[in-house]
Nanobody, 121 residues
Framework: QVQLVESGGGLVQPGGSLRLSCVVS????????MGWYRQAPGKQRELVAS??????????TYADSVKGRFTISRDTAKNTVYLQMNSLNPEDTAVYYC????????????WGQGTQVTVSS
């Protein structure tokens, strides 16, 4: 059973930055595209960034709301996917999760515990 362990969240002021990490257990990480999702209170979980299994920059996609501010990357040797978040604003407040996207709206694995990001002054 694959386990997803997210970390790196916290409280940050508007305009600040955070770097999230997600470690994927097992030896299958390199075969899957990966995504970062977030769920704000009272809202559905949404995909904010994804990266193909190759990890190349042209395999990345971003939601319009984070384009130009967030950068997704991956390190196959560490079984880890990252999300660099810059110019954070209060609308970015949410619990952030990683998973492997499946077709248009699904995900492959059970969700991890997520990491809380709070943007507030």
């Amino acid at each position: 059973q694959v386990q997803l362990v997210e970390s790196g969240g916290g409280l940050v002021q508007p305009g600040g930055s955070l770097r999230l990490s997600c470690v994927v257990s097992g030896n299958i990480f390199s075969f899957y595209a990966m995504g970062w999702y977030r769920q704000a209170p009272g809202k559905q979980r949404e995909l904010v960034a994804s990266i193909g299994s190759s990890g190349s920059s042209d395999s990345t996609t971003y939601a319009d709301s984070v384009k130009g501010r967030f950068t997704i990357s991956r390190d196959t040797a560490k079984n880890t996917v990252y999300l660099q978040m810059n110019s954070l604003n209060p609308e970015d407040t949410a619990v952030y999760y990683c998973n492997a996207p499946w077709r248009s709206t699904g995900t492959i694995w059970d969700w991890g515990q997520g990491t809380q990001v709070t943007v507030s002054s």
